[in-house]
């Protein structure tokens, strides 16, 4: 699976973005695909994850109700909506996939095998 990661910028306080992952393989609907973010100085927390039944969605609590996670299995994507951002949003966000993990690991950034390249997201206020 290759990633490739779209969609960041710099946005006011209480602004949106989306970012998209594109995903390639013949597995994409067999996948987990989620979110992570590093801040500078700051280890990759988990941001939002979708498991590969494609009904199960995981969310830090930081974020819960603001952002969602869905794919577009015709465009073999998998977006992040970020509403109400706030200063402390801003990082670098990266897309990951894995095939095999399982539920429980979820949030865990080294049960997935797939990275895509970050993309910045900056929150001004």
């Known amino acids: 699976v290759q990633l490739q990661a779209s969609g960041g910028g710099s946005v006011e306080v209480g602004g949106s973005l989306r970012l998209s992952c594109a995903a390639s393989?013949?597995?994409?609907?067999?996948?987990?695909l989620a979110w992570f973010r590093q801040a500078p100085g700051k280890e990759r927390e988990f941001v939002a994850a979708?498991?590969?039944?494609?009904?199960?969605?995981h969310y830090a609590d930081s974020v819960k109700g603001r952002f969602t996670i869905f794919r577009d299995n015709a465009k073999n994507t998998v977006n992040l909506q970020m509403n109400s951002l706030k200063p402390e949003d801003t990082a670098v966000y990266y897309c990951?996939?894995?095939?095999?993990?399982?539920?429980?690991?979820?949030?865990?950034?080294?049960?997935?095998?797939?990275w895509g390249q970050g993309t910045q997201v900056t929150v001004s206020s």
């Open positions: 393989g013949r597995t994409f609907r067999q996948t987990t």
């Open positions: 990951a996939a894995d095939n095999n993990l399982i539920q429980s690991s979820i949030r865990t950034s080294s049960a997935y095998h797939y």
């Open positions: 979708l498991f590969r039944n494609g009904v199960s969605t």
